[in-house]
């Protein structure tokens, strides 16, 4: 096993970071890290917006719910779904680019190449021995962060991740079976076995919780999913994203 493999392995998020700034010369390297992942057709459809001011921080904190590692990290990137760059393009070699814009297959071709490019730095990140973790809670307000970060139209702030020099080394959670997310030739047809293999997951992040909490938690994760999906949630997103000029067709 190679260190490239070994710290993709051993990921786990931080929550919380000692106080000192990354540098210059670190942020260049995880956003040109960023830069290396694949782009569908070379398309490169998204930004990443770093966020240094302290009272930024703060205010997107509390519009991501109060979280107080989104204030308090060595630098805060928000990865942003962007097309806007692509309607310039149109401007510029006289191009009537809107129609396609406005599509649900370039909306999601922005999406992934974002979600390309923040994996990229997040293994960047952490091979440098730094801490990294994800917020999609970001996503709670995205009106009130437009405004925020001036994000003009075919722009959708989509996360946020913290980077820092790590306070402490949290626990690594269990993931899926293997078998449960890797399947050959043909999506599993048998239900039955699906649900064996996620009662046998329940077991072990059951283990895992009662073990990390001496016993005070036990619950598992089909029951945590259950609770996440039993409403919809942040049900203005639709209306949000066809606001920004994604998804209309």
């Not at 786990?12 to 942020?27: A, F, M, N, V």
């Not at 938690?217 to 409403?231: N, V």
């Given at each position: 096993m190679n260190e490239i493999i070994e710290?993709?392995?051993?990921?786990?998020?931080?929550?919380?970071?000692?106080?000192?700034?990354?540098?210059?010369?670190?942020?260049e390297i995880i956003v040109k890290s960023a830069q290396a992942a694949s782009t569908s057709s070379y398309v490169q459809a998204y930004t990443i917006i770093g966020v240094k001011d302290k009272e930024k921080k703060k205010e997107l904190a509390r519009l991501a719910g109060d979280q107080t590692y989104v204030e308090n990290n060595g630098h805060l990137?928000?990865?942003?779904?962007?097309?806007?760059?692509?309607?310039?393009?149109?401007?510029?070699?006289?191009?009537?680019?809107?129609?396609?814009?406005?599509t649900t297959e370039s909306f999601m071709i922005a999406v992934i190449d974002a979600a390309l490019a923040a994996q990229n730095a997040a293994l960047a990140a952490e091979s440098m021995g730094l801490g990294i973790c994800y917020i999609g809670g970001l996503r709670n307000n995205l009106v009130e962060v437009s405004e925020v970060l001036r994000i003009p139209k075919h722009?959708?702030?989509?996360?946020?991740?913290?980077?820092?020099?790590?306070?402490?080394?949290?626990?690594?959670?269990?993931?899926?079976?293997?078998?449960?997310?890797?399947?050959?030739?043909e999506y599993q047809p048998d239900s039955s076995i699906l649900k064996e293999q996620l009662e046998d997951y329940n077991e072990t992040v059951q283990?895992?919780?009662?073990?990390?909490?001496?016993?005070?938690?036990?619950?598992?994760?089909?029951?945590?999913?259950?609770?996440?999906?039993?409403?919809?949630r942040r049900i203005y997103m639709k209306e949000y994203v066809q606001k920004q000029g994604f998804d209309k067709k």
């Open positions: 710290t993709i392995l051993n990921h786990r998020s931080i929550r919380k970071y000692e106080d000192k700034p990354l540098t210059e010369e670190q942020i990137l928000i990865f942003c779904a962007d097309l806007h760059r692509h309607e310039l393009i149109g401007e510029m070699e006289n191009t009537e680019v809107s129609q396609s814009l406005d722009v959708i702030p989509l996360f946020a991740m913290t980077i820092g020099y790590p306070l402490h080394t949290s626990d690594k959670k269990p993931r899926l079976p293997f078998k449960h997310i890797y399947h050959e030739e283990q895992y919780y009662e073990e990390r909490t001496n016993g005070k938690r036990q619950d598992t994760w089909t029951s945590q999913m259950a609770e996440r999906f039993s409403e919809p």
